[in-house]
């Protein structure tokens, strides 16, 4: 189960960046979500 959601995280997070360098976030208004992935991106740097 784990791994399925570390999965859908990283597919989550390489589509937002895809979104993110091709202008649609900023079109969508929806830039706040490459915060959201730094902020879940944030604890785990910590830890290493």
């Known amino acids: 189960m784990a791994l399925v959601i570390y999965l859908l ?3 989550v ?5 895809f979104f993110h360098f091709t ?3 900023e ?3 929806m830039e ?4 959201v992935l730094a ?3 944030f604890p785990v ?3 290493l």
């Open 45 to 47: 740097v910590l830890y």
């Open 32 to 35: 706040w979500l490459i915060l």
């Open 23 to 25: 202008g649609h976030l």
């Open 27 to 29: 079109r969508w208004g």
């Open 9 to 11: 995280y990283y597919v």
């Open 39 to 41: 902020v879940t991106v």
């Open 13 to 17: 997070s390489i589509t937002t960046l």
